[in-house]
């Protein structure tokens, strides 16, 4: 029989853009911090781009949740990291759920990820875990909570995410480039209207 640890993982759902941000901010600045260990957020801005940004090392054990978190919530996130950082996160993913843990309800979170939306996720110390909840749902988050069990943690260590530094690293790299505002264009001069250039060098010492 599997034994829970002593930390949950908790999912948030918020019908606008900064809400996880928002509350992640809440939850720290109110005597929360240590409570919470590795977390990321989701959105969607209002054209339907989404951002993941992740807090915290993503590789290893409890760690690792994370990244399977998101891989069971964005069953596509391979087009947005590439194929083989996809198929990293989508281990993970299938490593949770053989462990018990329930997809289909993290599942049902993202598919209301929708333009101006978002998700927070986090790894929470069990004592806390009503604290954070209430405080989620009185910003009007959406939470589903589910303990970690010691196998989910055994089989997500033995995953390459958590034993492959180089692969963990490209992958959340990748995460951050997707997150990352794109490049303002160049502005370009419009020429000169004809006969409105510079003088030749001389001409006007000529004149």
Not at 32 to 45: N, R
Not at 79 to 107: C, E, R, S
Not at 111 to 118: A, E, I, V, Y
Not at 181 to 193: D, F, L, M
Request: charged residues 20%; proline residues 4%; negative net charge.
């Amino acid at each position: 029989m599997s034994k829970d640890t002593s930390e949950q993982v908790v999912a948030a759902f918020f019908e606008y853009e900064d809400g996880a941000k928002f509350c992640l901010e809440m939850l720290e600045e109110g005597g929360l911090k240590k409570a919470l260990g590795d977390k990321a957020i989701l959105s969607m801005d209002y054209n339907g781009k989404v951002s993941i940004k992740e807090m915290g090392d993503m590789g290893g054990g409890k760690g690792a949740v994370i990244g399977g978190a998101i891989g069971l919530i964005l069953p596509g996130i391979g087009t947005v990291i590439g194929v083989a950082g996809g198929a990293l996160i989508g281990g993970l993913a299938a490593k949770l759920h053989d462990a018990g843990f329930p997809n289909d309800q993290l599942k049902s979170l993202g598919d209301q990820l929708k333009p101006n939306s978002s998700l927070l996720l986090a790894v929470v110390d069990s004592q806390h875990v009503a604290e954070v909840e209430a405080k989620l749902r009185s910003a009007d988050g959406q939470v589903i909570t589910e303990g970690l069990t010691e196998d989910a943690i055994d089989q997500l260590a033995l995953t390459d995410f958590a034993t492959d530094t180089a692969a963990r690293s490209a992958v959340v790299a990748a995460l951050a480039a997707e997150a990352a505002p794109e490049p303002a264009e160049p502005v370009q001069a419009e020429p000169a209207p004809a006969g409105q250039g510079f003088a030749p060098l001389g001409e006007d010492a000529a004149r």
